[in-house]
């Protein structure tokens, strides 16, 4: 708001009086973009509340980590304020705004629509407000894929939408929107290689003009601005601006890379990717035949893995689950778990994790939170995760690019699934003592019922372990146009954990054919193995608890009975007579 404090009283009158109201109609003042670190703030809140003394006061207040006020505060303001927050919209309150919408536009199926709404609000890390889903929903009106497969195009067509609106004077030039995304791309190299992501309109206008003039390019800049700020892609933040979600920074910068080699090799060399993701995204989703981005990708997430590796120094050999069967028993663990633990000892992580592992059967009361916060830190474990993700959403997008690139990066990123997953081993012991395990801006925390003792909370970690790890990636990696990739690397593995992780991708995501494929996998497992156990438990879950098709439940009750038929009866494949003598309970929660 522009209006001056000791003049936004009068304005406010102004304000009824122009739209034939008389102030006896206001029934209540927003104040709107309000906040408790500038006095000029509480200067316009005492006015209004003076002038307004019957009027409720609504005061829409972000709070920001960080800000204070820069001198004393003696402004007193004779009302009290009750406080609430603006949450998220839950997913049952997106679902009635997907249905109301559908309803007038339909779209496609309502609970598809509502998964992909979801998720790309989540990937675009942007807040779950009505606008935002209703920015979304207009996208699909006209583009629906429930494939998560190419964010980029979907952010053009935002961006065409907001760029097509009627807000337009019509004695303005529509400005070109592969113009916008040039220029916007050379202004958010400048924000990315500065590290700096607040500027001024007048920094903002001459930085485009000053590049349009050098390339030749006819565009109103002003314009431009305006289209920006009145959907809220730019936000004034105190006296600057800045973009209000961040993946639009990722989205102009990947632009860039596309049409600047030099920045697309400082992106890649700096490793700034590894802060963010996304804009690897956004780059591979471009044409989806960046073989450049996959061949950096696949050389740093090797790099970085045997940095981990080598450190951490934890036996190739060491597979815990080959050593345990269905349905786990305490003594199964146990075993496991001293050789995990002399592996441990043996290994060169910090003496702490080690003394915990000797001492595992004492109670310990040392803490452990300082010695994991070095190790991870140390080990690099951060970038090996953030490496897998940019590595993963890369080969998502690469649909065009080389066959053998395509195999190279998913062996990279199975790799370090493994990896990961020994790491999460061995830290097993201090999760099941402490309940969580903290380190450099990330944890891993114990989330529903592990049980009341360290020795069954231990055990259930440990089942976990690679429906974790999966769960952690899958929405990075997964398309169903990856499928064949998958495929092809699911039958020629030869590492038994690795074929369990993507045969659990497969359970969780279900591309077509995936019954196939699941099923000769339980057909080749013993018949009291851990793996066939744990894939049982998986397409339970999804029984119970997933948004699923008629056709995709059928599917999924005639392999969880093949699982449980193999394990009671021994049949390498289950008849129809012993699949018929195994009953499933009706789902825990129904479709909705």
């Not at 030099?262 to 471009?286: D, N, W």
């Not at 099941?432 to 009341?452: I, V």
């Not at 339980?522 to 851990?530: D, Q, T, V």
Request: hydrophobic share 35%; with cysteine.
């Amino acid at each position: 708001m522009n209006t001056k404090p000791h003049n936004i009283h009068k304005e406010a009158k102004r304000e009824v009086e122009r739209s034939g109201q008389k102030l006896s109609d206001v029934k209540a003042i927003i104040l709107d973009s309000w906040n408790n670190y500038e006095i000029n703030s509480f200067k316009k809140l005492k006015n209004l509340s003076d002038e307004f003394k019957s009027t409720p006061l609504i005061l829409m207040h972000t709070i920001e980590d960080g800000k204070f006020l820069k001198e004393p505060n003696k402004i007193k303001i004779n009302r009290e304020f009750k406080q609430l927050f603006l949450l998220a919209l839950p997913r049952t309150q997106i679902r009635k705004v997907v249905s109301e919408y559908n309803k007038v536009k339909e779209i496609g199926m309502e609970d598809t629509i509502l998964t992909k709404v979801v998720s790309d609000l989540e990937v675009l890390n942007i807040h779950r407000t009505p606008m935002n889903c209703f920015t979304l929903l207009k996208v699909a009106e006209k583009y629906f894929d429930e494939s998560p497969i190419n964010r980029t195009d979907m952010i053009e067509k935002v961006l065409f939408v907001l760029f097509n609106v009627d807000q337009i004077p019509r004695y303005k030039t529509k400005p070109d929107l592969k113009d916008c995304e040039f220029v916007l791309g050379r202004f958010c190299e400048k924000l990315i290689r500065n590290e700096s992501y607040h500027f001024s309109k007048d920094y903002f206008i001459t930085e485009l003009k000053q590049y349009c003039q050098e390339k030749l390019i006819d565009l109103e800049v002003e314009l431009v601005f305006d289209v920006l700020t009145l959907n809220n892609i730019i936000v004034k933040h105190e006296i600057d601006y800045c973009f209000r979600s961040s993946f639009w920074v990722y989205y102009f910068g990947a632009k860039r890379m596309h049409n600047n080699k030099e920045f697309a090799e400082y992106i890649f060399q700096s490793k700034k990717y590894t802060s963010f993701p996304e804009i690897i995204e956004f780059y591979t989703g471009i044409d989806r035949n960046k073989i450049d981005a996959l061949e950096v990708l696949a050389k740093d997430i090797h790099e970085t893995c045997d940095i981990v590796n080598s450190k951490v120094r934890l036996s190739n050999d060491m597979n815990i689950f080959s050593q345990i069967q269905w349905k786990p028993t305490e003594e199964q663990i146990q075993r496991a778990q001293s050789d995990l633990s002399e592996n441990v000892i043996n290994s060169g992580l910090p003496d702490d994790i080690k003394d915990q592992h000797a001492d595992r059967n004492y109670n310990q009361i040392r803490p452990y939170n300082q010695s994991i916060q070095s190790f991870f830190a140390e080990y690099s474990l951060h970038n090996l995760m953030q490496n897998i993700r940019a590595s993963s959403r890369a080969l998502r997008n690469s649909d065009y690019v080389d066959p053998e690139a395509k195999r190279k990066i998913l062996n990279e990123i199975l790799r370090s699934w493994e990896q990961l997953s020994n790491v999460l081993l061995a830290l097993t012991p201090i999760l099941a003592d402490k309940g969580t395990a903290g380190f450099d801006g990330h944890s891993f925390t114990l989330q529903g019922d592990f049980g009341d003792s360290f020795e069954t909370r231990l055990n259930r970690i440990i089942q976990v372990n690679m429906t974790n790890v999966v769960g952690y990636f899958k929405d990075d990696l997964y398309s169903s146009k990856i499928a064949p990739l998958l495929y092809e690397t699911f039958q020629n593995t030869k590492d038994s954990n690795t074929r369990h992780k993507l045969a659990l991708l497969l359970v969780f995501c279900r591309p077509r054919q995936w019954r196939k494929y699941i099923q000769d996998y339980i057909i080749s497992l013993n018949k009291n193995s851990f793996y066939l156990y744990d894939i049982h438990n998986a397409l339970m879950a999804k029984y119970n608890f997933d948004f699923i098709t008629e056709e995709e439940r059928r599917e999924i009750t005639m392999l969880a009975k093949m699982c449980f038929a193999k394990h009671e009866f021994g049949s390498k494949r289950p008849s129809p007579k012993e699949l018929r003598k195994v009953h499933i309970s009706k789902p825990k929660t129904d479709n909705k």
